[in-house]
């Protein structure tokens, strides 16, 4: 996947029988999933227009072009969906596309490695990073904040992280 797009949102099946789908939406102002189209596939191969015809639970109703039928709608389900970045808002300095925080590298305050952000996962009590590294057995999640994450620098492709202690082995 390129660095180019960022995911905007996934299909979560047919909604109704006439083609239209459930989309989840992962942008900061949900409705605006729409204006960053065309929304292409993770592989690139497919690419759509977005129409955005209501709310529902937990998403939207909406369009897809090309998408006709309930059989396509419910073919889609679970296809997360691309835009490309530069249709993006541009982000203050102190905010971040999870995308560009996959892969860096993390340091501790002494210049330490602790390893790799491998994902960014939110289980509802905010972003949490989470760290593959060397000696660990297992990942750490890492709390997604400035006392725990001071300086995320995406130039230098590396966070330096004060993690609470007892976090990481050796720590």
Known sequence: MST????????????????????KSFCAEPEAIGDYAPLHTEDGTRSFS?????????????????????????ALRGTRLFADRDRL????????????LIGLEVLNTGGKTLGKVRSVQNYGAGDLLEIQGPGLKDTVL???????????DLAAGRIIADPPEGLFPDE
């Open 50 to 74: 977005v129409e955005i015809t209501r709310a529902v639970k937990d998403g939207f109703a909406a369009r897809l072009s090309g998408v006709t039928s309930k059989e396509e709608a419910d």
């Open 89 to 100: 808002p541009k982000l203050p300095d102190d905010e971040f596309y999870q995308a560009d």
């Open 142 to 152: 890492l709390p997604f904040t400035n006392e725990a994450v001071p300086t995320v």
């Open 4 to 23: 180019d797009r960022v995911c905007v949102g996934a299909i979560a099946g047919a909604f109704g029988v006439r083609g239209e789908v459930r989309l």
